[in-house]
Nanobody
Framework: QVQLVESGGGLVQAGDSLRLSCAASGRTFSSYASGWFRQAPGKEREFVAGISLNGGSTSTIDSVKGRFTISRDSAKNTVYLQMDSLKPEDSAVYYC?????????????????WGKGTLVTVST
């Protein structure tokens, strides 16, 4: 069993940065790829970024390329999402997920574990 706990969300102004953390409990977390999703009010949950189980491969959606960076620290069982140059349209609840691979996570398929989310609000 793996539990995922997100932190680092908050209220910031456009252009600011935030770093989200996803702390995992459970010895098997290193066996999973990880990803971040977000869901804005009235919208569907969407994939944002994913990272392979060894951190060697990453994937991000076009709208955040060059601004968001996903990374993982296996020793700390933690996945991060560094978010720079934030825009109001980035406002959402951000969720951490663990799954079989980046590619299944990207398709929102076969997600084994979800966190409960952390709220990011970007003001103009």
């Amino acid at each position: 069993q793996v539990q995922l706990v997100e932190s680092g969300g908050g209220l910031v102004q456009a252009g600011d940065s935030l770093r989200l953390s996803c702390a995992a409990s459970g010895r098997t977390f290193s066996s999973y790829a990880s990803g971040w999703f977000r869901q804005a009010p009235g919208k569907e949950r969407e994939f944002v970024a994913g990272i392979s189980l060894n951190g060697g491969s990453t994937s991000t959606i076009d709208s955040v390329k060059g601004r968001f960076t996903i990374s993982r620290d296996s020793a700390k069982n933690t996945v991060y999402l560094q978010m720079d140059s934030l825009k109001p349209e980035d406002s959402a609840v951000y969720y951490c997920a663990a799954g079989q691979s980046i590619w299944t996570i990207r398709r929102n398929s076969g997600i084994a574990y979800w966190g409960k989310g952390t709220l990011v609000t970007v003001s103009t």
